[in-house]
């Protein structure tokens, strides 16, 4: 089994900063892609940014300019800094991973329980 954890999520007032973090853990041979999507209330699930194993980044444009997506592969661990927040970036923030088990199978998806992020105008 795998297991996303993430953390960090919290109250903060518009204008501030909160860095998510989410571990990978379980039986891993390689983690591919990770991560981070959110979900308002009333609407669907968006991707935030991502970022290959090799540290190629993907940010949605509500993204782009205040957040920033890294990794530390040795700790199967993908990280969110949040700056600049505003009122519209409420939402709960879900980690997402391709995670290769075994050799000799195709790598499956993995999503985190979510942690809620409220901005405070």
């Known amino acids: 089994q795998v297991q996303l954890i993430e953390s960090g999520g919290g109250l903060v007032q518009a204008g501030g900063s909160l860095r998510l973090s989410c571990a990978a853990s379980?039986?891993?041979?390689?983690?591919?892609?990770m991560g981070w999507y959110r979900q308002a209330p009333g609407k669907q699930r968006e991707l935030v940014a991502d970022?290959?194993?090799?540290?190629?980044?993907n940010y949605a444009d509500s993204a782009k300019g205040r957040f920033t997506i890294s990794r530390d592969n040795a700790k199967n661990t993908v990280y969110l800094q949040m700056n600049s927040l505003k009122p519209e970036d409420t939402a709960v923030y879900y980690c997402?991973?391709?995670?290769?088990?075994?050799?000799?199978?195709?790598?499956?998806?993995?999503w985190g329980l979510g942690t809620q992020v409220t901005v405070s105008s």
């Open positions: 379980g039986s891993i041979v390689r983690v591919n892609a």
């Open positions: 970022i290959t194993s090799g540290d190629s980044t």
């Open positions: 997402n991973a391709h995670v290769l088990r075994r050799w000799y199978e195709s790598t499956s998806t993995y």
